[in-house]
């Protein structure tokens, strides 16, 4: 299975490679400009999240309804089976957007493949939006208008994005007062069983090369499915239609960011013009020369990225 993941003889499996972490912090007295807590919403499930606080919101009194922030739901990366909240780069991803957007962020930890698979991590994506409808925790009833909710996901956490996406449209009445605005895929990870042109091209991508996408899919899917399984390509999925117009009843919006050199960007541009065909609102916020996921992994690239986003979600774009 590569190496970045063992299976041992017990069944379990052994994670080969170990990323740098960074843990919550809520001192005020800290270098950040947000402040950071984890809160479990499944002790069962071990899923919590981590909130991120601009510090400044404290400052301008933000728990006045007029002056509450935006609130949004992140999805990280990491194949399905590895990376978490607390890595570094996600991390800091995170950190950076909210204080670049001016917003309340809620990263979702999941549960991961291949002990979980699919769709394992949608239900938990899914719950932490009902988790957050209700829950009494201070830092979002006071400081976060979920009524101004955006849902944002990366690589894998653009599929999970796609599929909460999908649940959540058929579920408004059961998550109010939690009200989805639009949705952000940053570089999501989609796959097929006939390789796209792109994927071709990136059989030996330094981010994301061929044989580490097969294996995501190898892990992520459920046993037995191939690429064309809804949760891999969505495009395959024969309630498409039916899913886009009950997204483009709802006016919600989407933003579809990526970069032309990521092997999965063929299958972004067909996301984005099927989602174009069938009317949904979608935006495209592709760049030259970028590779899969580089705002993460580069962040001195991210600044283009949130303002396109900012603009998104004050709906001036």
Not at 13 to 39: F, I, N, Q
Not at 234 to 239: E, K, N, R, S, V
Request: aromatic share 8%; proline share 6%; net charge negative.
């Amino acid at each position: 299975m590569g190496d970045l993941i063992r299976q041992n003889p017990d069944g379990t499996y052994t994670r080969l490679v170990s990323m740098p972490t960074t843990p919550a912090s809520a001192d005020p007295s800290s270098l950040s400009e947000v402040l950071t807590k984890d809160v479990t919403f499944n002790p069962t499930n071990n899923t919590w999240v981590r909130i991120y606080l601009p510090k400044k919101a404290l400052v301008n009194n933000s728990s006045t309804t007029t002056n509450k922030l935006p609130l949004i739901v992140y999805y990280h990366g990491g194949g399905f089976y590895f990376t978490t909240v607390a890595t570094t780069l996600n991390h800091n991803f995170c950190d950076t957007m909210s204080t670049q957007l001016d917003a309340v962020v809620v990263s979702v930890e999941y549960r991961m493949a291949p002990e979980n698979r699919l769709p394992a991590a949608y239900d938990d994506a899914m719950e932490a939006l009902d988790w957050i409808k209700s829950t009494d925790e201070i830092w979002l009833r006071e400081y976060a208008d979920i009524s101004n909710c955006f849902l944002i996901g990366t690589s894998a956490g653009g599929n999970i994005l796609h599929h909460v996406g999908v649940r959540a449209s058929a579920a408004v009445e059961e998550l109010a007062p939690l009200k989805i605005r639009g949705l952000i895929f940053h570089h999501p990870f989609f796959g097929g069983v006939t390789r796209t042109e792109s994927e071709i091209r990136g059989v030996n991508d330094p981010v994301i090369p061929q044989v580490s996408t097969d294996l995501c899919w190898e892990l992520g899917l459920p046993i037995g499915a191939d690429r064309d399984h809804k949760y891999s390509n969505p495009m395959a999925d024969d309630q498409w239609s039916v899913n886009c117009a009950r997204i483009k009843n709802l006016g919600w919006r989407l933003l579809v960011a990526g970069g032309d050199r990521d092997p999965v960007f063929d299958r972004q541009m067909m996301f984005v013009e099927m989602l174009m065909k069938d009317g949904v609102n979608v935006i495209s916020h592709f760049i030259q020369g970028n590779p899969h996921g580089v705002e993460i992994t580069e962040p001195s690239t991210a600044p283009a990225l949130f303002v396109s986003m900012k603009k998104f979600i004050n709906n001036d774009m």
